[in-house]
């Protein structure tokens, strides 16, 4: 299985559970591979082996799944407590700036922010090229 191309414990885990076989669920459990041999003959003890050995892979894979998505909650949380953090900061500081700055220069700001309707066109004086007017 190529896992390189999945960066979280969550994505390989359902990498795994999507493309699940036999083999997969055998080495869950820690035994060799397992061969199935569905037949006439099979006992219905050897099935209801079959059926556990099943159910206690499943079981594991959904551990495994609960754990990663438990993981990949906590970082996203933590993301979020550093995202508000400097939300915070950023907004204390841009009330500051807007205290400490003059109405002027607010003007400014908020002039720069508001695109300006193009002011008309002026009809200029043609110059002759000594800067005299012709």
Do not use: C, W
Not at 99 to 123: I, N, V, Y
Request: net charge negative; no cysteine.
């Amino acid at each position: 299985m190529n896992t390189e191309m999945y960066q979280t414990p969550m994505e390989v885990a359902v990498y795994q559970l999507h493309n699940f076989n036999i083999s997969f669920f055998s080495s869950l459990l820690g035994g060799d591979v397992v061969s199935v041999k569905l037949d006439n003959s099979a006992s219905g003890a050897s099935v209801v082996a079959l059926d556990n050995k099943i159910e206690q892979a499943m079981d594991l894979v959904k551990n495994h799944l609960m754990y990663a998505v438990r993981e990949e909650v906590e970082i996203l949380k933590e993301q979020i407590r550093e995202l508000v953090e400097k939300n915070s900061q950023l907004e204390r500081e841009n009330t500051l700036l807007k205290t400490l700055a003059s109405p002027e220069q607010l003007e400014k700001f908020q002039s720069r922010l508001s695109p300006e309707e193009p002011a008309p066109e002026t009809p200029q004086s043609p110059e002759a090229p000594d800067g005299s007017a012709v």
